[in-house]
């Protein structure tokens, strides 16, 4: 049973962040999935993104007026038919501040268990499961902007066979929003926690993740870009070289109803190099459209060689 385990785990590292194993691992890597079809588009980075109620899986600071009444359903089809989705609801308690509550999961399919010789003895499946709930408040008014922060905690669960591993992390962020100048600059801690119980006796450090980004509206213009870094608390042999894992993204508004998007992450590109030709990995487009009060969003992730990742994201008012 302990090659079930191992299979387990180097499935479930094999999609995070880039979707493949990178040098950097831990235990329940599927935190580092994006939440929607808008995010993946632009890059994966979604710290700094106002108003959508999925950026609070990576900056529950997020939260406010604007998310209130917001729900989402994602759907991600990954490769060797890993699938995800992703449900997300935001509520404004007055008097008490912005909530977000959210749930991620992930199938892994169905396996074969079979014996040492090989005898067939019956199948298996694999799982991960996350349940989010996150509250934000005005830390600070100032006469240019907002000082928005927000804290988060997660109940993480991953399940292969008869193995079963828990979890408890924190997430924490502000947000900065400039009215006047259409700008947002967030930085969040994500994934701060302890495993309550593990797959084999062992204890595993969680996915913890820095992440800082900027979006602005350009003047003149019907483009909003979003640039930051992702990451950064990882190891590295020298402290500049986490600034290697930048992202970039841009949505244009062509009209009320439509929007395109781009995206490109160095992080993944640089993992996927492992692949050998590399092609459009790291890149990522998507499309918008709003018919009345609902949200249609479409990503398309490159893997290079590998393929490609599709999501698919429902947005409405509840």
Partial sequence: MRFLLTLYL?????FASAQIASAQTSVYEFLRLDRSARIAALGGNSTSLAGDINSFFQNPAVLDSATHKQASFSFQKHLLDINSGFLAYGRQLDNLGDFGAGITFVNYGRFDETDEV???????????????????RTLQNFGFGVLRGGLGVKFIFSGIQNFRSTALALDAGVLLSIPSEE??????????????STFDGVSEPLPVDVRFSISKKLEGLPLELTLGFIRLADASEQFFLRFRNFTIGGEFTLTDALKLRFGYSNLQRQDLSLTGTLGLAGL???????IEQFKFDYAFSSLGVMGGLHQLTLITSL
């Fill in 118 to 136: 090989g005898n067939t003895l019956g199948t298996f499946s694999a799982n991960d499961v996350a349940l989010h709930i996150a509250y934000s």
């Fill in 10 to 14: 180097a499935l479930s590292a094999s």
């Fill in 284 to 290: 990522s487009v998507g499309l918008g459209i709003g």
């Fill in 183 to 196: 700008l947002h600059i967030g930085l969040a801690l994500l994934n701060f926690g302890t495993q309550l």
